[in-house]
């Protein structure tokens, strides 16, 4: 009994060793399909719950196996989501995730264009499936059958799922591939002059076209719709300077990219990401629901 107990012991451990190996990829993976960083983790750890459970002699690539059922079921979290998501106050935007869930170069890799949150604004209008398909195919490249598989649908289903899905993001986005340094560069310039009263060069940074998104989750004030046009996005904006005005802001790095974090004392109050095209600012998107922000560092941690 007590070698059978040693053996066990030992399987359990490597089954935890190779699941914590591919962690990160999976709280990827349910991060892009539900857009909550919690809801994510509790996909992951019931993944856990099947992985260890599952006959291992059957798993030709544990981490394909892993994103497949993590996907499956951060599906079914999504379409638990529906009603709460119906009644929520405003727009909903997904959870800033901070560079620090990646500390690995592995993991580092996971924080791609796909958890931009102007990727993620653009999957939040995709279908449940069309999402699944998505992060499965263009994200993990998957084969469309073993697709098929993860989602009880035919393999030409899945196919037209992926080629809706592309069409639809490739339609919403930028034209041009933006240099991160340029975008740096103007999303720098627009917060100075916002910091500095300049109505005129904020309004020449932003595009005749721009849309302004702001999540406050009815908690913290927000615009209950998105705003439009350069000129009413900077009144709001100044606006809720104006309210605000012991506001501290710092840069940081969430979804892959440089966001500004607005810190009241030491917590962080709005998180602002920004979204560039041709020279110009096309979007903005602002999460200030404190719901969303647990996993945002605090100004004493930033600094």
Do not use: C
Not at 84 to 107: M, N, T
Not at 109 to 136: G, I, N
Not at 237 to 261: C, D, Q
Request: hydrophobic share 40%; aromatic share 6%; net charge negative.
């Amino acid at each position: 009994m007590r070698a059978e107990a040693g053996v066990t012991d030992e399987a359990n451990e490597q089954l935890a060793r190779e699941f914590d190996e591919h962690r990160s990829v999976l709280v990827g993976a349910a991060y892009r399909v539900v857009g909550s960083v919690s809801d994510a983790e509790d996909v992951v750890q019931e993944a856990w719950l099947r992985w260890a459970t599952v006959d291992h002699a059957e798993v030709r690539d544990p981490r394909a196996y892993l994103i497949r059922i993590t996907t499956r079921l951060a599906l079914n979290r999504l379409r638990q989501q529906k009603a709460r998501r119906e009644e929520y106050v405003g727009p909903w935007l997904p959870e800033p995730i901070p560079a620090s869930s990646a500390d690995d170069p592995a993991a580092a890799v996971e924080l791609a264009d796909s958890v931009s949150m102007a990727m993620l604004v653009v999957l939040e209008t995709l279908s449940p499936l069309e999402r699944a398909t998505f992060v499965l195919r263009e994200v993990f490249d998957l084969p469309y059958d073993e697709i098929a598989d993860t989602l009880g649908r035919s393999e030409s289903a899945v196919r037209q799922l992926a080629h809706r899905a592309r069409e639809h993001v490739h339609a919403r986005q930028p034209r041009h591939r933006v240099d991160k340094e340029r975008h740096n560069e103007l999303t720098m310039r627009f917060m100075a002059a916002a910091g500095s009263g300049d109505f005129d060069q904020v309004v020449s940074l932003l595009a005749p076209d721009a849309v302004l998104i702001s999540d406050g989750g009815g908690k913290k004030k927000a615009a209950l719709r998105p705003i439009h046009g350069a000129d009413k996005i900077a009144r709001w904006m100044f606006a809720v300077i104006a309210e605000n005005p012991n506001f501290e802001v710092r840069l940081a790095s969430l979804n892959g990219e440089t966001a500004f974090i607005a810190y009241y004392d030491d917590e962080p109050d709005t998180v602002t990401f920004f979204q560039t095209t041709d020279g110009l600012i096309t979007g903005l998107y602002l999460i200030r629901n404190p719901d969303k922000l647990h996993t945002v560092p605090t100004l004493h941690e930033l600094s």
